[in-house]
């Protein structure tokens, strides 16, 4: 409480210095307004230390300690305990391993992401080359030298990939089976002697019996003490002639040659073929030794105890310093790493320190200039016995000759030539050493200069080309190398060119695109058929394929077609290849793009090249590709004409060679029937004939496809053509008693098909005989064997000579048993096929009969169970209204579509169209119903679901009818108000159904009777005409013109001219539904209050740029006149024609042109006055188009003597 006399105040002030007094006396508790506190002691030099209790240093070489007491005190005080979110929180956030793209769902789906495995496959077929035309010059014969694949070749081809497949097969069923076994070559290899080689031969295996022959020293096993019985005779691997064994040290055993195995404790140096061995002996090799012989190849090459340097010369690899020491080594005790002559320099170095010449085999200067390879000096000896060695080794391991290649070798094996310019490298330290060195002085080391400049590859084209995306990179590759083009050739200009324009096609602008795609069609002979289908139809393969892309390179092709004509024989494959699987695709858009280009192919490449090409893929063993040839012929006999392909078809039809090529033309003849409807009729009994035979084939698959063609053919012959049948019907009806499964399946779809077909008296014994299997195959659970049962079921009942008694007793019990159960709800084909067959049942036996079994359903758990039973009802009452519907199933009716209707947990169209349906088949027996039902719908419009909110709207326009004939017009008041106050309805989806309501209710209960009044209703529509959502504009300006047409008068004219300029804005909208609604409501707005001010809102529109607005106001221009006569227009209209302005003369025109079209024959009275603007327009350049359609518009209603010509003065 504030003071308000002197005594307080002085008191107040005396308290509070008394405050201040106390805060300096207790300097710990508070820090006085005047003291300098511990906050900045630096700067106001206090006495407090700002850091006091923190320690001032670090000891650099001190250990941390280790802070595991969690209930030390911090410096900055206590420590807040942390908090951390919850575990089933952080549980419920979804952990992807993948980065999240948000922008995924907005971005153009590829064709690739969405093919299933089977039509994957496309990818994987190969556009195979160019074929030979038979056709072309005349039909010459064709130069054997081109080397172009024929039909001969491709079909060897295809017989020899047929066998390797089926012996693939049959190997892999042997296997299965365990018939297949593994066989090793023993026998063969006892049969044939073959050569034995030394490592081949064990010590035992020492021939005794067999009669002794010239043996190399790879086949002779040397053993100690033994001596040869031939004479022994110098081999190719013997010593060096001239250094017979033994003689390296006289008297001594004789040393190792360079094949044995490599010493273990031998000096260095020992081992040297042709030099004395250091201490004339060679320890470790005694010739009394008792052991076999060791082998080279038995021994691991790495010996652990030699000291690197001294190891024995032939253990291992040659190199240029054997038989001396290397110089400055220490010798090492112990195992080490051998060396190598690779781990030491090719070369001697010289011995000065400072050389004066290169350091190494190749010098400079004046020696360089005689030698190849020229040396500083004369070679050493050790140097020329280095060189001996190397010579030696060289010979030895020289390559082998033809000859000895082709006895090492069995027949079969074929010489291939080497790539032009190779040279193997023999020796590669020669080939080192012998690279001669640039003349010019001492050279020596030096650092190369890095290039600093930028190495990165330009991945965008230049020029006025579009982006190139990086998937497109492997085929627009050359258009990223900056080249001359004057400079290529012909073949290599044109490539270019075509790549330019392809890439504008694909990823240009709509204006780039239009000219790049009449460029190629208008060049498309200069190009040529190879160098264009080479580069489109690598592009259509591509599995980065848009369909966007795939739409415009398809057209393409479709253009380039009329242009090529008959030069697209070669490339009639290469096109099916690509274009074929466009037939099986999932988008109709390109199946019929694919049908149209495979028809404008075969009127192109005409009938034979068409059957040649194709013939092969007949009989392929791919099933999909037999799939898509049966659909491609299937277009071909659509563009050419069933009669030209009949032959063929008879013969493929009638194939003893291969089954699957009865297949294939037995699946072309149910293409064509599905594809050509009922232009087979002309052909049935011819196709019927082709195709009997397969009904009784051997093979299962033949008489499948054969019983699912007849089908086909008796759907498209649909209601005629059961006289071309009789051949079929005896192997069917036996057919349908012998198969199981799938052939039963196609086999009762055939019957199903040829019933309706019958007269009434056969379609009745045919259903009765039939209705036994189907009865019997009701209980099974093949789902394809159900949707067939259900299909023939529901043709079968629905033919003349079916009787309703006979439908009751025998089909309904095992029906409504086996059929209406929970899991058919699930399958959307299921669940389809189980209503139509419903339908049509209740079309026989009539609407309570069928309702009277599933109205109890409606109150089932499940709720997709509940909405199959809603639409079956729905469309049964539909058809057959509620005339046999008594009053207790009427009651279990309402209460049960009560139930669903407020049960529902997500809101679509089926039970919103069921509860309408049956309100309105009803009619007046409803009313007792109607409180309640209103009562839902008021309860559930105050939801706060949108969707719920929206569903009880959309119901009240949907029963309003049903209100009126019930005279509940109170009822109707009461629900106007209510739904006027949720005008306001924040979602555009639930305002528009708001409008709808209002505007049922305002058409049935009229505008006088109408609550709230219109004047309070029609400005509280004003504003939400500018609402942007079609379904709000299109409900709200239907309101408003149903008010302006029927209820003008509440509403000042004022607020209609309001109205008419929120409406222009509607001209804009993008729904053609909204626009015509908009130019309708300016008739009746005119007609209400009058053209004038009508007209001249619309005739100042007229100047807008944006022509769609433009069009839209000249039809409201003509309404307006047609509603208000035209000379209430005709006037201001030809005035407005003197405004200098293009765009509103344009429309002007425009507008006499729809006016005259609207008045009819009321035109002839306005004739002379338009006629001399028609003669002004006609005089200008611009207006030609407007004025010839203004002329075609007035003249057709106007007769000749209508006219009268006035003579010439």
């Known amino acids: 409480m504030f003071p308000c006399v002197p005594t307080d105040i002085e008191a107040q002030i005396l308290e509070i210095q008394g405050m201040k007094a106390s805060l300096l006396e207790d300097g710990e508790q508070g820090v006085g307004l005047i003291s300098t506190g511990v906050f900045d002691p630096e700067i106001y030099e206090g006495s407090d230390s700002r850091f006091a209790g923190y320690v001032t240093s670090i000891a650099a070489n001190e250990q941390e300690e280790d802070d595991e007491d969690d209930t030390s005190t911090s410096l900055l005080g206590q420590k807040k305990p942390g908090y951390h979110a919850p575990v089933a929180i952080l549980n419920a956030i979804p952990q992807s391993d993948e980065q999240y793209d948000p922008f995924a769902e907005h971005r153009p789906q590829k064709i690739a992401e969405r093919e299933d495995e089977y039509k994957a496959r496309r990818r994987q077929m190969i556009i195979s080359p160019e074929r030979l035309d038979p056709f072309a010059d005349g039909g010459k014969t064709p130069d054997p030298k081109l080397q172009v694949r024929s039909y001969v070749d491709v079909m060897l081809e295809q017989n020899l990939s047929k066998e390797e497949r089926e012996i693939r097969q049959q190997l892999a069923e042997k296997a299965k089976s365990g018939d297949l076994k593994a066989v090793n070559g023993s026998a063969a290899a006892q049969a044939v002697p073959k050569r034995k080689r030394r490592w081949d031969q064990t010590a035992d295996q020492t021939p005794s019996n067999a009669t002794p022959k010239k043996m190399s020293s790879w086949d002779q096993a040397d053993t100690p003490g033994h001596t040869p019985a031939h004479t022994p005779s110098n081999s190719r691997w013997d010593e060096t002639p001239g250094r017979p064994k033994g003689s390296e040290t006289p008297g001594a055993t004789p040393s190792s040659r360079m094949w044995d195995p490599t010493p273990s404790h031998t000096p260095a140096g020992a081992a040297t073929p042709g030099r004395d061995t250091p201490g004339h002996a060679t320890p470790g090799h005694g010739g009394a030794t ?13 010996t652990e105890r030699e000291t690197p340097g001294h190891g024995s010369g032939w253990a291992e690899t040659p190199r240029t310093d054997r038989g001396e020491e290397s110089v400055g080594e220490t010798p090492t005790p112990g195992a080490s790493k051998r060396k190598s002559r690779w781990d030491e320099t090719p070369a001697s170095q010289m011995g000065s320190s400072t050389p004066l010449f290169t350091p190494g085999k190749t010098p400079i200067g004046t020696p360089a200039m005689e030698l190849q390879t020229p040396t500083t000096a004369h070679m050493t000896p050790e140097q020329l016995q280095a060189w001996r060695w190397e010579r030696e080794i060289d010979e030895r391991n020289r390559p082998l000759t033809d000859e000895e290649l082709d006895a090492m070798f069995p027949e079969g094996y074929k010489v291939l030539p080497p790539p032009a310019g190779y040279v193997p490298i023999r020796t590669p330290a020669r080939k080192l050493a012998a690279t001669p060195t640039p003349i010019g002085g001492m050279t020596g080391f030096h650092m190369q200069a890095e290039d600093r400049t930028t190495k990165q590859m330009n991945d965008q084209p230049s020029g006025n080309l579009p982006f190139l995306k990086p998937d497109d990179i492997q085929y627009f590759d050359k258009l990223l190398v900056e080249v001359d083009e004057s400079t290529l050739s012909p073949e290599e200009q044109k490539e270019r060119k075509i790549m330019k324009l392809l890439l504008k096609i694909k990823n240009g602008t709509p204006p780039m695109r239009k000219a790049a795609l009449r460029q190629i069609t208008d060049k498309a002979r200069e190009f040529g058929a190879g160098p264009l289908f080479n580069q489109i139809l690598p592009l259509l393969m591509s599995p980065t394929l848009e369909d966007q892309e795939r739409h415009l390179l398809v057209k393409v092709i479709d253009r380039i077609l009329y242009k090529l004509d008959d030069l697209v024989r070669p490339y009639v494959h290469k096109i099916l290849v690509v274009i074929e699987p466009l037939l099986i695709d999932e988008d109709y858009y390109a199946r019929v793009e694919g049908r149209e280009i495979i028809s404008n192919l075969a009127k192109a490449a005409g009938l034979a090249t068409m059957i040649s090409t194709m013939r092969p893929d007949i009989d392929n063993m791919d099933e999909y590709v037999r799939n898509t040839t049966a659909r491609a012929f299937a277009v071909v006999a659509s563009a050419l004409g069933i009669p030209s392909l009949l032959p063929f078809l008879k013969a493929v039809c009638k194939s ?5 090529a009865r297949h294939t033309g037995i699946k072309i003849v149910q293409q064509i029937a599905i ?36 089908a086909a053919l008796a759907e498209a012959a649909t209601p005629y053509g059961i006289e071309s049948f009789d051949s079929v019907l005896k192997p069917l009806w036996k057919g349908i008693r012998q198969h199981r499964g799938k052939g039963l399946a196609a086999f009762l779809k055939a019957i199903g098909y040829l019933i309706p077909l019958m007269d009434a008296e056969y379609a009745n014994y045919y259903t009765r005989e039939v209705m036994l299997i189907l009865i019997r195959e009701f209980q099974s659970p093949d789902e394809e064997m159900k949707k067939i049962v259900l299909k023939v079921v529901k043709q079968c ?12 007793t025998e089909i309904l019990p095992p029906f409504f048993k086996h059929f209406w159960q929970h899991r058919m709800a699930l399958d959307r084909r299921n669940y389809r096929q189980l209503v139509d067959t419903t339908v049509e049942l209740a079309n026989k036996v009539g609407a309570a009969e069928i309702i009277s079994r599933i109205v109890d359903d409606l109150k089932d758990e499940a709720e997709q169970y509940r909405k199959m039973v809603m639409e079956t009802i729905e469309k049964i009452m539909g058809n057959l209204g509620a005339a046999d519907i008594d009053h207790k199933l009427e009651e279990q009716l309402i209460d049960g579509i009560l139930y669903a209707f407020q049960e529902q ?25 109607l409180p309640q039902i209103c009562g839902t719908v008021l309860w559930r419009l105050n939801n706060k679901s949108a969707k719920v909110r929206q569903q009880a709207a959309d119901l009240i326009s949907r029963t309003a009818v049903v209100m009126k004939t019930c005279q509940e017009e109170k009822l109707m008041g009461h629900l106007g108000v209510v739904l006027y106050e949720y005008l306001g309805e924040e979602y555009p989806e639930v305002l528009g159904s708001i409008l709808g309501a209002l505007k049922a209710i305002v058409n049935v209960i009229g505008m006088h009777k109408m609550t709230p009044p219109i004047k309070d209703l029609l400005p509280r529509l004003t504003p939400i005409l500018k ?36 409406l222009l804005e509607l001209l804009k909208a993008h729904k053609k539904a909204i626009r015509r609604a908009t130019v309708n409501t300016f008739g009746y707005i005119a007609k209400a209050i009058g053209p004038h001010d009508v007209l001249a809102t619309l005739l100042n529109n007229l100047k807008v740029q944006e022509r769609q607005n433009r069009v839209c106001t000249t039809v409201a221009i003509a309404i307006v006149a047609e509603t208000c006569s035209p000379f209430t227009v005709l006037p201001a209209l030809m005035n407005e024609y003197r405004v200098p302005e293009l765009n509103v003369q344009n429309g002007v025109l425009k507008s006499l042109s729809f006016l005259f079209e609207y008045i009819g024959e009321m035109g002839k009275d306005y004739i002379y006055a338009v006629t001399p603007l028609l003669e002004d327009a006609l005089m200008d350049r611009y207006q030609h188009g407007e004025v010839f359609i203004s002329f075609q518009s007035l003249y057709p209603h106007v007769r000749v003597k209508d006219i009268r010509v006035n003579p010439a003065p």
Not at 291 to 296: G, I
């Open 656 to 660: 003893k060679k291969s089954w699957q």
């Open 797 to 808: 009942c629905g033919t003349d000579g079916v009787e309703a008694n006979y439908i009751k």
């Open 905 to 929: 947990t997500t809101e679509d169209s089926v039970m919103l169209n069921g509860f309408g349906t049956v309100v309105n088949a009803l009619g007046k027996r409803v009313k007792p119903y």
């Open 1027 to 1062: 609402n942007r959502h079609e379904k709000v504009q299109e409900n709200c300006i239907d309101l408003v013109g149903r008010i302006a047409d029927r209820g003008a008068e509440y509403v000042s004219a004022r607020e209609w001219m309001r109205i008419c300029f929120e």
């Open 290 to 302: 008792g052991s076999v012989r060791k082998n080279r190849w038995d021994e691991t090459p790495k």
């Open 675 to 710: 594809l050509m409807g009922c232009a087979i009729l002309p052909h049935l009994r011819s196709l019927v004939e082709i195709i009997e035979h397969g009904l009784v084939d051997e093979q299962q698959k033949v008489r499948t496809i054969s019983a699912l063609a007849i």
